[in-house]
Antibody, heavy 117, light 110 residues
Framework: EVQLVESGGGLVQPGRSLRLSCAAS????????MHWVRQAPGKGLEWVSG????????GYADSVKGRFTISRDNAKNSLYLQMDSLRAEDTALYYC??????????WGQGTLVTVSS | QSALTQPPSASGSPGQSVTISCTGS?????????VSWYQQHPGKVPKLMIYEVNKRPSGVPDRFSGSKSGNTASLTVSGLQAEDEADYYC??????????FGTGTKVTVL
């Protein structure tokens, strides 16, 4: 059974940093691209960032480019999102998602990030 | 990376059909066949309903169907049921490991 478990969310002040993690199990992690998708409270889904199986291809939404860094450790079956210079508008539930053939086929339950002073 | 445009809401009576549009550009929706649709009930994780424009994952009822014409993709839910009431999002691959989501549509079953 595929499982994606996010962690690392919490309350952080504007301008500070936070690192999210996603622990994957139930599939061959290093065969698949992985992505982060977020959802602000009461708002729609927004793609944040994605990384190919071998970390060669990486993409970011314009809204986070230059502030967020995605990475993965295939030996640990883990995905990460380093979030720097956080802003109030980054407040959201952050989902980790597995991608197969350009579709998000499995999602985690999400971890909540709140940016506030 | 502008969000794909969806109508904010759509509705229909049980048994009727509802169609949701998803309009992008030649850089995303119109440029490939990697359009997918997700259903999200309140407080729940999004669920894949349609992929590659018109394919259904196993377990998704055949009441759900997808299509595309030019820069606009569509999701049709036929034979509406109460459990279909949810938010629906389209997503398109936009090249170079980038994706763009739609603005979301709230479907109400009257």
């Amino acid at each position: 059974e595929v499982q994606l478990v996010e962690s690392g969310g919490g309350l952080v002040q504007p301008g500070r940093s936070l690192r999210l993690s996603c622990a994957a199990s139930g599939f061959t992690f290093d065969d698949y691209a992985m992505h982060w998708v977020r959802q602000a409270p009461g708002k729609g889904l927004e793609w944040v960032s994605g990384i190919s199986w071998n970390s060669v291809s990486i993409g970011y939404a314009d809204s986070v480019k230059g502030r967020f860094t995605i990475s993965r450790d295939n030996a640990k079956n883990s995905l990460y999102l380093q979030m720097d210079s956080l802003r109030a508008e980054d407040t959201a539930l952050y989902y980790c998602a597995k991608v197969f053939s350009r579709r998000f086929d499995y999602w985690g339950q999400g971890t909540l990030v709140t940016v506030s002073s | 990376q502008s969000a794909l445009t969806q109508p904010p809401s759509a509705s229909g009576s049980p048994g009727q059909s509802v169609t949701i549009s998803c309009t992008g550009s030649s850089s995303d929706v119109g440029g490939n066949n990697y359009v997918s649709w997700y259903q999200q009930h309140p407080g729940k994780v999004p669920k894949l309903m349609i992929y590659e424009v018109n394919k259904r994952p196993s377990g998704v009822p055949d009441r759900f169907s997808g299509s595309k014409s030019g820069n606009t993709a569509s999701l049709t839910v036929s034979g509406l049921q109460a459990e279909d009431e949810a938010d629906y999002y389209c997503v398109s691959y936009a090249g170079s490991n980038n994706y763009v989501f739609g603005t979301g549509t709230k479907v109400t079953v009257l």
